[in-house]
């Protein structure tokens, strides 16, 4: 097992990588910004060392100040989190090859599938399902003309590269089509450096649905259920439960199991989720994301399971300490993400925090780094803490949830708490009845002069 890891992130998800790394007995080195300085992560790690000035460029994304770190610390591993680096191909190689453990899959995998062209040929070979569309690149207007008429409008023009909603274009129309193209490239080239792009099927009322999985390196693989994440603003979630209501036990599991044969196929190791578009009772792959998601805790609530943990003595060649038969369903877990932005124009809020004070109780968790007198910098994502919540059934958890948010203080700066507090009371959500697209429909129809 690793002696020391560095923590190569911030925030809550590089606290919640120092506490398993703590309960493994394991020493943890925290990397920061200036502007960092007095995050949680550095004042509770071991060892803490400044790797550069505010913006992430300089800092989080800086590999040379960040093996530098490794080095002069004698850590033994990087745990990348999520975000930053974490599915940068090109880091895992560096960090390898300077003879430190990448707590994550190989830079293979993560080249393979960070390109969501080859990901989706990879996945379709090993019989998973994915969305109708072109094979390949988007070169010109004629190759989109001709997979869009083969396949029907609307489509989407997708960035081979990178997420979060960029590179992203619509089109309902041909005459729509070219200048989609155009400007999905563009975007593209300015936000990943790439500006490869393809061309799906638009599906009008999915749900977002991925799958949990773990893979050790002696050719165990698990599946861990799924997620569902429907609930998004601008292709950024904004609320995750496990189960899914829109699934039963049985599609579950044959789901689960096509999901696990492919990734032992594929000889993926570490933690992985398979993300779904779910129709009218099919599924339809559109990315594997090779690391740790923001929305992990529910499915640690309801399995039961330390997923970093699991990652990190994965990646030092330990096997996973589960079968498929050993892991069992146990309830029903919500996260709610609470971000530091006006609650209904999504303005940023960054400042000082005055009070805070989290919920507690049963089955009620609070992943963060905040605490009172912690200014939040201006520079990073506005997400501050993540409150989960599990309960017997659906309906217990979404009880304690009202109370959770209830009692959740955050004064300085403004949160999105209001926000769910009238999200989860709403009919469409409490009977479970949405898909990606409802929440924008909610927004577009809110009369904020009222609220």
């Known amino acids: 097992m690793f002696e020391k890891v ?22 943890t080195v925290a990397v920061h910004s ?38 002069i610390t004698g850590a033994d591993a990087i745990h990348p989190g999520y975000g930053f680096l974490s599915e940068n191909a090109r880091f895992a190689e560096i960090v390898e090859e300077h003879g430190i453990a ?34 390949g690149e988007i070169r010109n207007y004629k190759d989109a003309k001709k997979v869009a008429d083969e396949i029907g409008f609307p489509v989407i023009v997708k960035a081979a590269s990178g997420g979060g909603g960029r590179g992203m274009q619509i089109v309902r129309s041909a005459d729509r089509l070219e200048e989609a193209v155009n400007t999905a490239s563009r975007e593209a080239e300015v936000s990943f450096g790439d500006g490869t792009v393809y061309l799906e099927k638009f599906l009008t009322l999915p749900r ?32 995750e439960e496990a189960p899914s209501p829109a699934l039963n036990s049985e599609m579950r599991m044959k789901t689960g199991k096509v999901i696990a044969d492919a990734i032992k196929a594929i000889g993926f190791v570490g933690a992985g989720t398979i993300e779904f578009l779910y129709e009218e009772g099919e599924f339809y792959f559109i990315e ?76 009620v968790r609070v992943d963060s780094a905040l605490y009172a007198g912690y200014s939040i910098p201006p ?18 958890c ?13 004064d300085g700066v403004k949160t999105t708490i209001p926000l769910h507090e009238k999200l989860i009371r709403e009919p469409d959500f409490i009977d479970g009845n949405y898909d990606i ?15």
């Open 208 to 239: 977002h649905i991925e799958f949990q999985i773990l893979a050790d390196k002696h050719g165990n693989v698990v599946h861990l259920g799924e997620r569902d994440c429907s609930l998004q603003r601008r292709h950024q979630k904004v609320l």
């Open 288 to 363: 594997m994301n090779t690391r740790i998601q923001v929305e992990h805790p529910i499915t640690e609530m309801i399995t039961g399971i330390d997923l970093v943990r699991e990652q990190i003595r994965v990646a030092a060649g330990q096997p996973l300490t589960m079968s498929q038969e050993d892991i069992k369903f146990h309830g029903h877990a919500i996260e709610c993400r609470i971000n530091a932005e006006d609650p209904f124009t999504f303005m940023p809020s960054p400042g000082k925090i005055k009070t805070y004070h989290p919920p507690g109780g049963l089955d």
């Open 379 to 396: 520079y990073y994502d506005s997400m501050i803490a993540k409150l989960i919540v599990h309960g017997k059934s659906r309906n217990d």
């Open 437 to 451: 697209h409802w929440l924008e429909h909610y927004l577009d129809n809110l009369d904020l002069d009222n609220l």
């Open 34 to 71: 200036v502007a960092d300085a007095n995050a949680m992560h550095v004042k509770l790690a071991d060892e803490s060392v400044c790797i550069g000035p505010n913006a992430s460029a300089d800092s989080y994304l800086n590999i040379p100040a960040i093996i530098t770190a490794a080095q």
């Open 6 to 27: 560095l923590i190569a992130n911030r925030g809550e998800i590089a606290l919640r990588i120092h506490r398993a790394c703590r309960e493994m007995g394991i020493k």
């Open 102 to 135: 990448f707590i994550g899959p190989t830079a293979e995998h993560i080249r393979v599938m960070g390109d969501k062209i080859s990901a989706k040929a990879t996945v379709e070979k090993y019989g998973i399902p994915v969305v109708p569309g072109s094979k």
């Open 398 to 410: 979404l009880m304690r949830l009202r109370r959770a948010l209830e009692e959740f203080v955050i």
